[in-house]
C-alpha cells in the first residue's frame, strides 16, 4: 500500500480487514446463529478510533496486510533457536511488546474440526486478528474445513463462573484500550497465558493521569566546581574508578548537562525529545501503567470485584506479572547486552563484591520502591566500615592491656587465695577466685574503658547513619524526578471488599425482610410488577456499587480484641522459652555438678552456657518463622482497606514479635541474670529444689558477649542465607516435580526454547520487601542495642551484608519473576523504627554500661576507697564475707576437698560482714555504686543525645548543591512555559492580522466588482490595466480563519448574485 492515501483510505484499509474476517467466520459460524456480527467484532481487540493518530493507523493497516495470505497466527510456546531474543517479549507479529502477563488454569478442552453444534464458540484474539479459528487456505482451489476451539464444558460450576469472569475483565480491559493475546489451548488441561499490550494512546494517557516525569528537551549546564573541591572530586573520582560498575549512563556524554523533567502532558508533546514512541517509556514504566489499569478495572456485570488482585485471589486469574529482559546469562556482546544481563554481570555475582551498586539501574529495571531499598542497605553497609574499624581498635585495645590490668592480675594471683562460697548446694565445693582467671581475662577483651567510648561512637554512628541517608535519599528524589510526588489514590483489598460486600448483602436482607411484610399482594399484576421492580433496583444496585459505605470500628472490633489477646500470648510464650532455658542451665549445671568425674565439674560453666545458647538460637529461629505467619494473619482480621496499611500494620507487628524473641534471651542475660539469686544463706530457689543462676565471677559482661555473638552469627549464618537460598530452590523442585506428576503423558521434548513468560512463570513470585528489611532491622539492633557488650559487632554485620547484597541481587535478577515498578518516596516505616531504635540504643547501653559492666564500680572504688588513687586491692573491694556457720541445713557441701578448717567464704556483693551490727545487709558500698551508675546513666543519656541532635542539625537534610538546581530548575520550567504561552499569543496576533487583512482585501475586491458597471456605462478611455497582485505564500489555515471563512461564505454569495 501506498503511504500516500489519505484518511479515508486508511479507514478502508481497517474496515476492509475486519469484513474480512467476519466474512471468513461465518463460513464457520453459519449454524451458530446466536453469534452474531456484533459480538464477533468485539472479540477483535485491534479496532480502529477515529481519534488516534494516524500514524497508528498504518500500523494497523500493516497488520491487516501482513494476514493477507489467510494464514492466523498462533502464538507458539517455543521459539526457535536463531530467532531474536527481543521476539521473545513480543506478541506474534513480533513488534509489539508485552507489557504485562495473566495466567489461568483452565480444564478440558477440545479442538473439533466442523462441528459447530457445541453451545459455545471461543474465539481467541491476539489484537489484530481472531485466533482460534484457522482461516481457510486455497490449495488447488479446494477449501479445507476450519478447526474451531469448542467448549467440552467446565467439570465445575465454578469454572463456568470463572469463565465468564475472565470475559468480562478482559473485555474492559479492551475497552481500557489494551490489546491482548491469547494461547491456543492445546492440551485436555493446563495453564493458559494472556499477553497485554499498551499502545501509544494508552500509554499517554495514563502517563497523564499518573502524572509520570520525563525529560524536556531542555537542558542546562551544571554548575562547575573550582580550586580544591575540584581537585579533590577528581581525585576522588579516579581512586573510585575501579570500583564502578561498568553499566552504560545515558548521559555519561553530557556530565555536565541536566534536562528539565516535567509531568508527561498529551497537550505537550512538543517539548519532550521524542525519538520513537515504542522506547519513549521504559519496560517498567509500562508495566506499571498496564498493571494500574489492571487494578482499577472492574468485573460488574458477573461480580462485584475491583482489579486483578480480588481476582487473583478468588481464585480467577492464578497470577499476573511483568516479563524480565530476556534471559539473564550473557550472550557475549557486550553492547547487546539487555538490562537483566547487565545486572546479572555487574551486581548479581558474588564476583562484584567490591563494585558500587548500580543503583541508577536497579531503580530502572525493579522501580523506585525496590531501588531505595538496595540504595539503604548501601549507605548502611558503608557506613559500617567505620564502625567496625573503630570496634577493631577497641577489641585489639583490650588485648593489647590484658597482662597489665591489675583486677585481672588480682583475680589470677594464686597467693590472694579467695575462697569462694560454693556454686550449688550440697554437691558444690568449696573453690578459689583464681580458677576463673580465664573468665577474668577474657571479660577485659570487652569491659575495658574503650567500651564506653565505644558506645558514645556508636550511638552518635546512628545519628550520624540517618541523618546521612536522609540526604542520599533526598539527592535519589531529585535525580530520579520524585521531587514533589504526590500520594497515589489506592484500591481496597480483596479481602476489604469481601467484607464490604457482606455486610451490603446483610443490610439488603435485613431491609428486604423488613419490606416483606408491608408488601401488598391485592392484585397479581401489581406483584408482578413490584417483582421486575425490585429486579431492576437490584440490578442496578449491583451495577453502581455505593462508595459511601464502608467498614466502622465495630466491624473490627473483634479483629482487634483477637490482636491483643494474641500479641499478649506471643509475648507469654517468649517468656516462657525464656524461662524454659533458664530452667534448663540450672538444672543442668546441678546435674553435671554432681558428677564424680573432676574435668566434668570444671567445664560445668563452658559446657552450659554453650548448649544454652544453641538451644536460645534454635528457638529463636522457629518462633521467627511462627510469628511471621502469626503476624499476617492478626492484620487480616484487622481488615486494613489499603495495601500500604495493611504493610504498615504488618510491619509493626511482625517487629514487635521478632524484636521479643530475638532480644529476650539477651536482656535476660544483661538486666536480670544474678540480680535475684539472692547470697549465701538466703538463696532464691526455683521449684524448691534449684537455685537461680549466677552470674560468672568475671561478671555478666562476657556470658552477654557470647550470647549476642552466637545469637548474632547464627541467625545471619541461618536464616538470612542458609534459608535464601535453601527453601526458593526447594520450592522450585517441588513445583517442577508437581508439574510432572499432574500431566507426566503431555511433556514432550522439543527443540528450541521456551518464551519468555513460561520461563518466567516458573520463578518464585515476589512477595515483598519486608522479609529483607526486617533481617536488616533486628541486624541494626545488634549493631547498636549492645554493642557496649560485644566491640566486633559492626564487622560480622558488614562481612553479612557484603554477602548479603549480592545474594539478594541474585534472587531478585535470576530467582525471582519482575517484580510490579511501584514508586515511592522515602523506606516508609521503617525509618521511624530506625530512629527509634537509635534513640533506644543510648539507653541501652547506658544501663549495660553501668549496671552490666563493672566500669562504674571500678571508678567509685579508684577515686573514693582506695587508699592509693589505684585499681590495687579493687577484687578484695568487691567481695563481701559470710560465716560458714550461717548456712541452712542440709546446703553445706557434703565433702569438701580445702579441709574442714573454712570460717569464712567469700561472695561478689556489697554487703555488711557477719561481725557487723547489721550482717548481710547492704553496705554503704552498694548504696554510693548505685548512686553513681544512675548518675551516669542520666549523664549518658542526656549528653548523647545532644551530641545526636547537633549532629542532626549540623548535617543538612538537602544538600547545598541539590537546593540550588530545585530552584534553578523551577526557574527554567517557569521560563519555559511562559516563553510558551508568549508565542502561542503572538501566533494567534499573528493570524487575527493575517485574517484582518484578507477580510479587508476581499471587501475591496467586492467593491470593486459592484463599481464596474457603473464605469462600464460612462463614455471614457479605458483605464490602464493594473500589475498583477502578488502571489501570497500557502500556509495552514487556523481554527479560527476556517470559522470565519464559514460565516463569510454566505456573504460572499450574496454579493456575487448582485453583482451579476
Same mark, same amino acid.
Given at each position: ?178 490489546? /491482548? ?17 499498551? =499502545? ?10 499518573? #502524572? ?80 494500574? +489499569? ?90 559500617? /566500615? ?34 569462694? @562460697? ?5 554437691? @558444690? ?185 544453641? +538451644? ?49 534471651? /539477651?536482656?535476660?542475660?544483661? *538486666? ?32 552477654? @558477649?557470647?550470647?549476642?555473638?552466637? +545469637? ?19 520450592? #522450585? ?71 548479603? /547484597? ?86 553445706? =557441701? ?27 545487709? *547492704? ?107 502578488? @502571489? ?29
Amino acid at each position: 500500500m501506498n503511504k500516500s492515501c489519505s484518511y479515508v483510505e486508511v479507514n478502508n484499509c481497517v474496515l476492509n480487514g475486519v469484513s474480512t474476517a467476519l466474512s471468513e467466520s461465518s463460513s464457520i459460524c453459519s449454524d451458530l446463529k446466536e453469534v452474531s456480527e456484533i459480538e464477533v467484532m468485539s472479540s477483535i481487540s485491534c479496532t480502529f478510533d477515529p481519534s488516534d493518530f494516524v500514524e497508528e493507523s498504518w500500523h494497523l493497516c500493516d497488520n491487516m496486510l501482513q494476514t493477507s495470505d489467510n494464514k492466523v497466527h498462533v502464538a507458539s510456546n517455543l521459539m526457535d533457536m536463531d530467532q531474536d531474543p527481543r521476539k521473545r517479549l513480543c506478541f506474534a507479529d513480533g513488534r509489539r511488546k508485552v507489557d504485562y502477563v495473566l495466567v489461568y488454569h483452565y480444564r478440558k478442552r477440545s479442538s473439533i474440526r466442523g462441528s459447530p453444534s457445541q453451545h459455545r464458540l471461543s474465539i481467541i484474539s491476539n489484537g489484530s486478528y481472531p485466533l482460534g479459528v484457522k482461516e481457510k487456505e486455497q490449495e488447488g482451489g479446494k477449501d479445507e474445513p476450519a478447526e474451531v476451539v469448542v467448549d467440552v464444558g467446565p467439570l465445575d460450576p465454578a469454572d463456568g463462573e470463572k469463565i465468564m469472569i475472565r470475559e468480562e475483565f478482559e473485555g474492559n480491559l479492551k475497552d481500557a484500550g489494551l490489546e /491482548i493475546e491469547h494461547d491456543k489451548e492445546n492440551k485436555a488441561h493446563g495453564h493458559a497465558f494472556i499477553r497485554l499490550h499498551a =499502545p501509544w494512546q494508552v500509554l499517554s494517557r495514563e502517563a497523564e493521569f499518573l #502524572k509520570i516525569k520525563v525529560p524536556t528537551k531542555k537542558s542546562y549546564e551544571l554548575r562547575e566546581e573550582k580550586g580544591l573541591a575540584a581537585t579533590m572530586n577528581e581525585v576522588w573520582r579516579k581512586l573510585n574508578q575501579p570500583f564502578q560498575p561498568k553499566v552504560p549512563h545515558p548521559e555519561q556524554e553530557h556530565s555536565r548537562t541536566k534536562f528539565l523533567s516535567h509531568c508527561f502532558s498529551r497537550d505537550k508533546l512538543h517539548l519532550y525529545n521524542i525519538k520513537s514512541k515504542d522506547t519513549f517509556f521504559d519496560n517498567a514504566t509500562r508495566s506499571r501503567i498496564v498493571y494500574e +489499569i489492571l487494578r482499577r478495572t472492574a468485573c460488574t456485570r458477573t461480580c462485584q470485584t475491583m482489579g486483578i488482585t480480588t481476582l487473583i485471589a478468588n481464585g480467577v486469574y492464578d497470577s499476573a506479572f511483568p516479563l524480565h529482559d530476556g534471559d539473564f546469562h550473557p550472550s557475549g556482546q557486550a553492547e547487546g547486552k539487555n538490562d537483566r544481563q547487565l545486572l546479572h554481570d555487574e551486581w548479581a555475582r558474588y564476583g562484584a563484591f567490591y563494585k558500587y551498586q548500580p543503583v541508577d539501574l536497579i531503580r530502572k529495571y525493579f522501580g523506585e520502591k525496590i531501588g531505595l531499598y538496595f540504595a539503604w542497605l548501601g549507605v548502611y553497609t558503608q557506613l559500617l /566500615i567505620p564502625a567496625s574499624v573503630v570496634g577493631i581498635i577497641v577489641f585489639f585495645y583490650g588485648w593489647a592491656t590484658v597482662e597489665t590490668n591489675i583486677p585481672s592480675q588480682e583475680m589470677c594471683d594464686e597467693d590472694q587465695n579467695f575462697t569462694m @562460697c560454693p556454686l550449688c548446694d550440697r554437691a @558444690c565445693d568449696y573453690w578459689h577466685l583464681s580458677t576463673a582467671c580465664g573468665t577474668a581475662r577474657a571479660s577485659h577483651l570487652f569491659d575495658n574503658p574503650a567500651t564506653v567510648f565505644f558506645a558514645v561512637f556508636m550511638s552518635l554512628w546512628a545519628a550520624m547513619f540517618l541523618e546521612n541517608w536522609k540526604r542520599r535519599q533526598i539527592s535519589l528524589n531529585y535525580s530520579w524526578d520524585l521531587t514533589g510526588m504526590e500520594e497515589e489514590e489506592e484500591h481496597p483489598r480483596p479481602k476489604y471488599e469481601t467484607i464490604l460486600l457482606q455486610k451490603r448483602q446483610r443490610k439488603k436482607k435485613i431491609t428486604k425482610n423488613k419490606n416483606e411484610p408491608e408488601r401488598a399482594v391485592d392484585e397479581s399484576g401489581e406483584l408482578g410488577k413490584d417483582k421486575w421492580r425490585q429486579r431492576l433496583l437490584s440490578a442496578m444496585a449491583a451495577g453502581n456499587p455505593t462508595g459511601h459505605e464502608k467498614l466502622t470500628w465495630r466491624d473490627r472490633l473483634p479483629g482487634y480484641l483477637i490482636n491483643i489477646s494474641s500479641i499478649l500470648l506471643m509475648f507469654g510464650v517468649t517468656c516462657s522459652a525464656v524461662f524454659s532455658v533458664i530452667i534448663y542451665r540450672i538444672t543442668i549445671s546441678a546435674l553435671m555438678a554432681m558428677s564424680p568425674d573432676p574435668e566434668v565439674k570444671s567445664n560445668v560453666r563452658v559446657t552450659v552456657t554453650a548448649t544454652a545458647v544453641i +538451644i536460645n538460637l534454635v528457638v529463636i529461629l522457629i518462633l521467627d518463622e511462627i510469628y511471621g505467619m502469626v503476624a499476617a494473619w492478626l492484620t487480616e482480621l484487622e481488615i486494613p482497606k489499603t495495601e500500604t496499611n495493611f504493610e504498615e500494620r504488618l510491619i509493626l507487628k511482625a517487629f514487635l514479635l521478632k524484636f521479643m524473641n530475638a532480644y529476650a534471651p /539477651i536482656f535476660y542475660v544483661a *538486666f536480670f541474670k544474678g540480680r535475684f539469686a539472692g547470697r549465701p544463706g538466703d538463696y532464691v530457689y526455683v521449684f524448691n529444689d534449684y537455685r537461680m543462676e549466677e552470674c560468672a565471677p568475671g561478671g555478666c559482661l562476657i556470658e552477654l @558477649c557470647i550470647q549476642l555473638s552466637i +545469637i548474632m552469627l547464627g541467625k545471619q549464618l541461618i536464616q538470612n542465607n542458609i534459608f535464601e537460598i535453601g527453601i526458593p530452590k526447594l520450592k #522450585k523442585l517441588c513445583r517442577t516435580l508437581k508439574d510432572k506428576e499432574r500431566a507426566p503423558k503431555e511433556i514432550v521434548e522439543q527443540s528450541g526454547r521456551r518464551q519468555q513468560w513460561y520461563l518466567d512463570y516458573d520463578l518464585e513470585p515476589f512477595n515483598g520487601l519486608t522479609p529483607e528489611y526486617m533481617e536488616m532491622i533486628i541486624q541494626f539492633g545488634f549493631v547498636t542495642l549492645f554493642v557496649a557488650s560485644f566491640p566486633l559487632a559492626p564487622l560480622f554485620a558488614l562481612l553479612n551484608n557484603v554477602i548479603e /547484597i549480592r545474594l539478594d541481587a541474585k534472587k531478585f535478577v535470576t530467582e525471582l519473576r519482575r517484580p510490579n515498578a511501584i514508586r515511592a518516596k522515602d523506606i516508609g516505616i521503617w525509618y521511624n523504627i530506625l530512629s527509634g531504635l537509635g534513640k533506644f540504643s543510648v539507653i541501652i547501653n547506658a544501663f549495660v554500661i553501668a549496671f552490666t559492666s563493672d566500669f562504674i564500680p571500678r571508678l567509685v572504688y579508684q577515686y573514693m576507697y582506695s587508699e592509693t588513687g589505684t585499681m590495687h586491692g579493687f577484687i578484695n573491694h568487691t567481695l563481701s564475707y559470710f560465716n560458714v556457720s550461717n548456712f541452712k541445713p542440709g546446703t553445706v =557441701p557434703s565433702i569438701s576437698s580445702l579441709g574442714k578448717d573454712i570460717a569464712f567464704c567469700r561472695y561478689k556483693d556489697y554487703r555488711e560482714p557477719p561481725w557487723s551490727t547489721e550482717p548481710y545487709h *547492704f553496705s554503704k558500698q552498694y548504696w554510693s555504686v548505685l548512686a553513681a551508675r544512675l548518675g551516669f546513666v542520666i549523664l549518658f543519656q542526656n549528653l548523647v543525645i545532644t551530641m545526636s541532635m547537633l549532629v542532626a542539625w549540623v548535617i543538612p537534610d538537602v544538600p547545598k548543591n541539590i537546593s540550588e538546581q530545585l530552584k534553578k530548575e523551577k526557574t527554567l520550567l517557569v521560563d519555559v512555559f511562559l516563553n510558551e504561552e508568549k508565542e502561542k499569543l503572538q501566533l494567534i496576533q499573528s493570524l487575527f492580522s493575517r485574517d484582518l487583512t484578507q477580510e479587508h482585501q476581499d471587501e475591496q475586491k467586492v467593491s470593486d466588482q459592484t463599481s464596474l458597471p457603473l464605469q462600464q456605462t460612462q463614455p471614457g478611455p479605458l483605464p490602464p490595466t493594473s500589475s498583477p497582485a502578488p @502571489c501570497t505564500r500557502p500556509r495552514a489555515a487556523s481554527f479560527s480563519q476556517f470559522t470565519r471563512q464559514m460565516s463569510m461564505s454566505p456573504r460572499s454569495d450574496i454579493t456575487q448574485h448582485t453583482a451579476v
